[in-house]
């Protein structure tokens, strides 16, 4: 299993960006996927997550300003960020639930991370 993220970049305050994350490989099932960020000198944090049924979790310094989706045929989360802040500076990384086998024994999986720079 692979998950590649895309979509990060450099913008101004303000700006918008939209995170991608694609799964592939070996998959039967997948349960729970999420966005992490982690800032410079701080501790990876949860931004959102959005579960098999729908159901989404987002952090309080980012409610409001950022979406988190899924396009379950493509195997792919997405993020779209609004209102950019420059304390939104960070890498993000997705993470997925999967499982690789009928017995629905889910196995958590990390993407690359993706560098997202917000500039004031």
């Known amino acids: 299993v692979q998950l590649q993220a895309s979509g990060g970049g450099l913008v101004q305050a303000g700006g918008s960006l939209r995170l991608s994350c694609a799964a592939s490989?070996?998959?039967?099932?997948?349960?729970?996927m999420a966005w992490y960020r982690q800032a410079p000198g701080k501790q990876r944090e949860l931004v959102a997550s959005?579960?098999?049924?729908?159901?989404?979790n987002y952090a309080d310094s980012v409610k409001g300003r950022f979406t988190i989706s899924t396009n379950n045929a493509k195997n792919t989360v997405y993020l779209q960020m609004n209102s950019l802040k420059p304390g939104d500076t960070a890498v993000y990384y997705c993470?997925?639930?999967?499982?690789?086998?009928?017995?629905?024994?889910?196995?958590?999986?990390w993407g690359q991370g993706t560098q997202v720079t917000v500039s004031s």
């Open positions: 490989g070996n998959i039967v099932s997948i349960n729970t």
């Open positions: 959005i579960s098999s049924g729908g159901t989404t």
């Open positions: 993470n997925v639930y999967i499982s690789q086998s009928s017995t629905y024994t889910y196995t958590n999986y």
